[in-house]
């Protein structure tokens, strides 16, 4: 279970002149982040391009700390208990680096290690990755040169591979064909039923109405609105998505306005 709250986070605008007051020299990627995921349920982070959700996603995998808020993974705080959060959690990053000069086992397996996984384990459990996401013909290939469901597939094994409750993905099915989407879309419903709380942001409005339990609407850092598709179409007044998004975020910056 993720529970995020008023997390806030900013960066250092590159080139900003001291002149500058305080606030213009900084760029607020995170503004006041609050949502919750469930396990055994998939929860959505939407939002367009800059909203701050892999900003968001960086920081609940202790990846960078928040400014302020807090934000606990089951139940360990992702600033005090850096250790229990990353065993407790698989995260997969937008663009993950996954090591060229490697072969997509080798990777699985180094990353394995690095969770802590004995030799004989970490072998075993790449083995049954690669046959659950369908990658025995290019498993033994070295990563240089995967196309890009390749990569994601290898991607998401290594972020699977120590059996983590809780997943997070961000924006997964980029650059994935039809069937290659099915797939991903297919393995995280198979781990939500088995009880695995799932997080993943995408800007897709209809991958997001099609997939997930629970939506967490983000804009400039902040989110807008949380709740079911069905509850957020009804706070909002609207029969689709794509326009209680619209009113969601609208709202937020009248509010802002006043
Ligand atoms: N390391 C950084 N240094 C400076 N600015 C950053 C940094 N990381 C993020 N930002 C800024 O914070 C804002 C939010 O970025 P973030 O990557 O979290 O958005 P996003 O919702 O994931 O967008 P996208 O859909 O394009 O992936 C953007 O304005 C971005 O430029
Ligand atoms: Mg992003």
């Known amino acids: 279970m993720i529970v995020?709250?008023?997390?806030?986070?900013?960066?250092?605008?590159?080139?900003?002149?001291?002149?500058?007051p305080a606030h213009e020299q900084r760029i607020v990627a995170v503004n006041?982040?609050?949502?919750?995921a469930d396990d055994g349920c998939i929860t959505g982070l939407l939002g367009p391009n800059g909203a701050g959700k892999s900003t968001t996603l960086r920081m609940l995998a202790t990846l960078v700390k928040p400014e302020t808020g807090t934000a606990s993974i089951d139940g360990y705080d992702v600033s005090k208990h850096v250790l229990q959060v990353r065993q407790h959690l698989g995260f997969m990053p937008h663009n993950a680096g996954i090591y060229p000069r490697l072969t997509a086992r080798e990777?699985?397996?180094?990353y394995a290690r690095l969770c802590g996984l004995n030799r004989k384990d970490s072998l075993q459990r790449s083995g049954e990755l690669i046959e659950q996401l369908t990658m025995t013909k290019f498993a033994d290939r070295r990563a240089n040169g995967f196309s890009q469901g390749q990569k994601t597939k290898v991607?998401?094994?290594?972020?699977?591979?120590?059996?983590?409750?809780?997943?997070?993905?961000?924006?997964?099915?980029?650059?994935?064909?039809?069937?290659?989407?099915?797939?991903?879309?297919?393995?995280?419903?198979?781990?939500?039923?088995?009880?695995?709380?799932?997080?993943f942001s995408s800007h897709i409005m209809q991958e997001v109405a099609a997939l997930c339990d629970h939506?967490?609407?983000?804009?400039?850092?902040?989110?807008?609105?949380?709740?079911?598709?069905?509850?957020?179409?009804?706070?909002?007044?609207?029969?689709?998505?794509?326009?209680?998004?619209?009113?969601?975020?609208?709202?937020?910056?009248?509010?802002?306005?006043?």
């Open 107 to 110: 990777n699985i397996q180094y």
């Open 32 to 36: 006041s982040v609050s949502f919750k």
């Open 155 to 199: 991607a998401l094994a290594r972020a699977l591979v120590h059996r983590p409750q809780t997943i997070m993905l961000d924006e997964p099915t980029n650059g994935l064909d039809v069937m290659a989407t099915r797939g991903l879309r297919d393995i995280i419903r198979q781990l939500a039923a088995d009880g695995h709380c799932i997080l």
């Open 4 to 20: 995020a709250e008023e997390l806030y986070k900013s960066f250092k605008r590159v080139g900003a002149s001291r002149r500058k």
């Open 215 to 258: 939506i967490a609407i983000i804009s400039d850092g902040i989110v807008a609105i949380e709740g079911s598709l069905n509850e957020i179409l009804g706070r909002t007044g609207q029969t689709d998505l794509e326009d209680a998004f619209v009113s969601a975020t609208q709202a937020l910056s009248k509010g802002d306005d006043e």
